[in-house]
């Protein structure tokens, strides 16, 4: 019996949806629009088979995307990892470029919260009063 290594596991479609969040749909988008670093192998049945190390790349990719990433920096991000090295001074802008958008977008969020906070503050301390009335009330 031999054994398989796990970044040569062979994974159906539906268990790497499984395994990442994503939907088979969007497993078949990410193919179709090159965002795979590597060719997703088929069964003589043409059924697509994934490897665990697909699994960590789509991985990579959920959370680039859920932070924002648009497509077209993913899939420039995913052509440079398949060219293999000599492109990491570019992967590491992209990268550090996608972080930055991201820190300015946690800053607002961080401020908007606040705003947010201070206002649930107001209408807590003015209901424990029993001075909710007039609050915000364009009628008044």
């Known amino acids: 019996m031999t054994t398989t290594p796990a970044a040569e596991e062979s994974l159906s479609i539906g268990e790497v949806a499984e395994r990442t969040g994503l939907s088979v ?22 059924r697509r088979r994934y490897t665990s190390l697909d ?3 789509l991985l990579i990719c959920v959370k680039l995307r859920a932070s924002g990433m648009p ?36 800053q607002t969020l961080q401020e908007c919260r606040s705003v947010i906070a201070w206002k649930v503050g107001v209408y807590a301390e003015h209901l424990a009063r029993g001075e909710a009335g007039g609050l915000w009330d364009p009628t008044a």
Not at 33 to 38: D, H, I, T, Y
Not at 76 to 99: I, M, S, T, W, Y
């Open 25 to 46: 749909h969007a497993l078949r988008f990410y193919e179709r629009e090159g965002l795979l670093v590597g060719p997703v192998r088929r069964t003589s049945g043409g």
């Open 71 to 106: 497509l077209a920096d993913l899939r420039h991000f995913a052509d440079l990892v398949r060219q293999g090295p000599g492109n990491e001074a570019e992967r590491l802008r992209l990268l550090d470029a996608h972080r930055q958008r991201v820190d300015a977008q946690i």
């Open 55 to 57: 699994v960590d790349w």
